[in-house]
Every structure is written in C-alpha cells, then in structure tokens.
C-alpha cells in the first residue's frame, strides 16, 4: 500500500519569495509520483511527474520537484512565485504495481501576497 | 483536441436518493478513473474502468458502481445517498489498462461534479 503526506496545509509566500511545497510519500515498491494543481471550482491540472530517469524534474509553469529515494520526499519547489500560483497543490503517488490508482496527500494551499 | 469534460456541473440532491454523473474521456484514451474529493481534502480513488469493466476499486461501499460505454464514456452510479457524499467527483482518463501499464501514462482530470445531499 502506499501513501502520502504533504507538510503544511496552508502556505503563505509573498509575491517573488521561493516557494516550497513538501511531500513525503511511503510504497512498497518503486513510486511513479505527481504534483498537481487545482484552482478554485476546477479540476486537477498536471504540473509534472516522475516516473524513472532523472531525479529533478521540471514542469509548467516554472514547477520542479525532486525525488529522493532516501528521504522518499518529492519536495515541489519554484524560484520565484506568482499571485497566479495562488492555488490548492495536491501531491500523489502511484505505485507502478498498482494499475493506475492514484494516491493523494491532503493538499496545500499555497497563498501569494502582493 | 478535445478534453476531459463532465456532466452535470452542480446537482443536489436529498438523502435516500440516487444520482448519475457522465464523464466523456479525451480523445485517444480508453481508461476512466473515478474520484471522491470531500471538502478540504485530497481526492480518494473509488474505481477505475477499462474497456468497459472494472479494473481496480478503492475503498467504497457497493452502491457506489458505474459504467463504461464503447466510445470510452463513463457513468458513476450512487445509491443510497447519504449527507457524507456530499463531495466534488472528479472523473480522469488515461490511455492503459491492466497488465504493463506504460511509464508515461498520466491521468487527465475534468472539472468535476459538485454533489450536494441534503
């Protein structure tokens, strides 16, 4: 079984301020991992995935993560922040035995202030 | 390209009742998952559907069921209702099914429905 864990409901940044949303997940064998965003009465829209390669992965929006095994964290980081980032951040899992069933955190909901 | 769309938008509903939401897949993909999303929460897995049968189902009673139709549309069927099912149910699809799943399959959620039972 696997599972996941996102530090920190709620986040707050100011506007231009790093941004550092945590994950740590647990599986009993080796992950496929993913952090999504939803905005406000929407659906989940994919920021960027791993599967297997390299460990740093970057998706849209200036969104990267990395995964590392030994910490079994996909922390989500991005440089500079937007008020348009201003949303819920959900990280899941999905064990590669698993079929296609995805495992969610709790999510984090990232506030930018001007 | 079309993507992941699902019908109805908002619906309301009183306990004791029973309701069906549509999901049309995006294009290319003949996989649908559905998801429960309670208020303030990540979304949970209750089943998935390939080639028109369950393939895999989380943790959620019977009257939860659904449907998978030849053009790779899904129903989700919920009896009973009760007031915890108020929630956002998110439909997403994927190209796959059962056995080796390939590394780059990613699911594509819609916007989901809003159930509310009174």
């Known amino acids: 079984a696997q599972s996941v864990t996102q530090l920190g409901s709620h986040v707050s940044v100011s506007e231009g301020a790093l941004v550092l949303l945590r994950c740590n997940y647990s599986?009993?064998?080796?992950?496929?991992l993913f952090w999504y965003v939803q905005y406000p009465n929407q659906g989940l829209q994919l920021l960027l995935k791993y599967t297997t390669g390299a460990t740093l992965v970057k998706g849209i929006n200036g969104f990267e993560a990395e995964f590392k095994k030994s910490e079994t964290s996909f922390h989500l980081t991005k440089p500079s922040a937007h008020m348009r980032d201003a949303a819920e951040y959900f990280c899941a899992v999905r064990a590669n035995n698993a079929g296609n069933m995805l495992t969610f955190g709790g999510g984090t909901r990232l506030m930018v202030k001007p | 390209e079309t993507g992941v769309t699902q019908s109805p938008t908002h619906l309301i509903k009183t306990r004791g009742q029973q309701v069906t939401l549509r999901c049309s897949s995006q294009s290319g993909h003949n996989t649908v998952s559905w998801y429960q999303q309670a208020l303030g929460q990540g979304p949970q897995f209750i089943f998935q559907?390939?080639?028109?049968?369950?393939?895999g189902r989380g943790n959620f009673p019977p009257r939860f069921s659904g449907l998978q139709f030849p053009n790779y549309s899904s129903e989700l069927n919920v009896n009973a209702l009760e007031l915890d099912d108020s929630a956002l149910y998110l439909c997403?699809?994927?190209?796959?099914?059962?056995?080796?799943?390939?590394?780059?399959?990613?699911?594509?959620f819609g916007p989901g429905t809003r159930l509310t039972v009174l």
């Open positions: 599986s009993s064998v080796p992950p496929y």
């Open positions: 559907y390939y080639r028109e049968e369950e393939n």
């Open positions: 997403a699809s994927s190209r796959g099914g059962t056995g080796a799943f390939g590394i780059t399959d990613t699911q594509y």
